[in-house]
């Protein structure tokens, strides 16, 4: 997995949480042939099984393919809960810079590449708590200038279970 100071970028192959690959799949059975996923194909229904797992964002890329703010068209109740909630605002008016960057740099590699991936990174504020995302490229008539992400946020067992007891009955 490559990692560029805070996020980990990996192949969707190596994907780790039960949800995430379910949501691969998903994805999987729509990509055309070039990978990629049609706007049109973005339905909440079929999406029940991951609703609180995905986002939606409108990606603002300038003149030289360089993503330079992105709106939350939909943010993951999953992420709302657990950073703050910002659907229907742009990342740079409504996130810390330094999160505002981590996104902003995932979003110029799915520009940049035109592939699926995924992420690893430490939940930010919650450093305790470990991120993986599935970050999909998304076409409007015609041109990639969305992300589909599905994410999941966990706390590690970081504790070895207790030992077993022999707890003697005085016979």
């Known amino acids: 997995m490559k990692e560029i100071s805070d996020i980990r970028f990996g192949t969707c192959d190596g994907l780790e949480r039960p949800i995430l690959k379910g949501a691969n799949k998903w994805v999987g059975r729509r990509l055309d042939r070039e990978g990629l996923l049609r706007r049109d194909q973005i339905s909440a229904p079929e999406m029940t099984a991951f609703i609180r797992h995905v986002s939606l964002f409108y990606l603002h890329i300038d003149g030289a393919d360089c993503v330079t703010d992105f709106h939350a068209r939909v943010l993951a109740s999953h992420v709302a809960d657990n950073i703050a909630e910002i659907t229907g605002q742009s990342g740079r008016e409504s996130l810390p810079p330094e999160l505002f960057d981590r996104w902003r740099r995932t979003a110029q590699r799915l520009i940049d590449t035109r592939l699926s991936f995924r992420?690893?990174?430490?939940?930010?504020?919650?450093?305790?708590?470990?991120?993986?995302?599935?970050?999909?490229?998304?076409?409007?008539?015609?041109?990639?200038?969305?992300?589909?992400?599905?994410?999941?946020?966990?706390?590690?067992a970081t504790e070895q279970p207790a030992p077993f007891l022999r707890v003697s009955s005085g016979y």
């Open 119 to 156: 992420t690893r990174t430490q939940v930010y504020g919650k450093e305790y708590k470990q991120g993986e995302s599935l970050i999909v490229p998304v076409l409007e008539h015609g041109d990639l200038n969305h992300a589909l992400v599905f994410t999941e946020y966990w706390t590690p």
